[in-house]
């Protein structure tokens, strides 16, 4: 009969070839030195969901999403793409337990040293032009009657396209829809604003793989899309209305280099898309 001290060592066997196993079946993952230095996080984005890359950079492969709240665990980090997020502004990206990268600017974490881990080689980006179509896409068929910034509007951020109510809003190029956000000073984003009204009215933000985002103001109604929500160029996303700061239907479209969408990173809606071969009357 096996004594209480040989049964104590064979338990511990028992636990020590089970924690074997789950390491070789998540290969993925992190060596068992990166395991033993993890770290716990949690998701802070202000409400928003956080995608998860296959490797440290906004333009890779987008494999999964986390809800405001969740918890990770961080094996090791990477260097990638500066982001500027809700907790900080970095380069560094998190490794979770799964495989999958998040940016730390979006993660509450302790301040503790973890291990270094090499991220993927990056994919190339598409041309303007691929199989699929255009990378990008004017959001309605109309001319522009208010430009970016101009001198009788200095805090225009963005170029108003007008066009007749209920005209489809398209989203100008492929991404995750951010937000989508009633944004009145009065009222409600169900009736037509005015002067006196500020804000967006009903609008939608998409973020591209590059973290470029756009914006859509002054929608007639609740957008059909939700957050979370993946597009593509050329989608409808919702109908022009008169909603918000407006005093005729129209789109007012604005363009970021960054997400979320401020003001510093705000930039010519026509140039940009000019840049991106797409014309704008």
Known sequence: MPTKRNRRRASAAAIAGLGLLVGGLATVTASPAEAASSVSGTVSTGGLVLNVRKAAKTASKRIGTLQEGAKVSIVCQAKGNRVTGTVRTTDLWDRLSDGGYVSDAYIKRPATKLPVCDPPKPTPSRSTEGAAGPAWVLPVPAAMNSAFRTP???????????????????????????????????????????????????????????????????????????????????DVIGQVGSSGHSTG??????????????????????LFLKAKGVAVK
């Open 249 to 270: 239907p129209h789109l007012h479209f604005e363009v970021h280099t960054a997400f979320p969408a401020t003001v510093e990173n705000a930039v010519d809606p026509f």
């Open 152 to 234: 009788q509007r200095p805090t225009h951020n963005g170029m108003d396209l007008a066009a007749a109510k209920e005209t489809p809003i398209r989203a100008a190029h492929s991404g995750v829809v951010m937000r989508v956000l009633c944004q009145v000073s009065i009222g409600t984003c169900d009736t037509d604003g005015g002067l006196t009204v500020s804000g967006c009215g009903w609008f939608v933000e998409i973020r591209d793989a590059d973290g470029v985002t756009t914006r859509y103001c002054h929608m007639v109604r609740r957008p059909s899309v939700v957050p979370g929500q993946t597009v593509t160029a050329g």
